[in-house]
């Protein structure tokens, strides 16, 4: 089992940029695909991106092609979400995720607020 805790989250304006970050707990953190993911008020979680156990493969939805990047670091159990150029439609609570299977989410972090303000 893994303890996923989120940090990073906050209030910016539209146009701007965050780094969420995602420790994990545990010594089989490389052993875990990582995702975030992201859910807004009134609709369903998304899948935001992906990344694969040694991060050499990911996956981003297409909302945020372009301006996020998703990058772990297996040394420090940690995984980042880079968020540019942010949109008011971007505002939801992130959530981190590990899962034995690429795009999965078999453990849930607690969430962090990200709010873009127009």
């Known amino acids: 089992q893994v303890q996923l805790v989120e940090s990073g989250g906050g209030l910016v304006q539209a146009g701007g940029s965050l780094r969420l970050s995602c420790a994990a707990s545990g010594r089989t953190f490389s052993s875990y695909a990582m995702g975030w993911f992201r859910q807004a008020p009134g609709k369903e979680r998304e899948s935001v991106a992906a990344?694969?156990?040694?991060?050499?493969?990911?996956y981003y939805g297409d909302s945020v092609k372009g301006r996020f990047t998703i990058v772990r670091d297996n040394a420090k159990n940690t995984v980042y979400l880079q968020m540019n150029s942010l949109k008011p439609e971007d505002t939801a609570v992130y959530y981190c995720a590990a899962a034995r299977v690429f795009g999965g989410s078999d453990y849930w972090g607690q969430g962090t607020q990200v709010t873009v303000s127009g």
């Open positions: 990344i694969s156990r040694s991060g050499a493969t990911t």
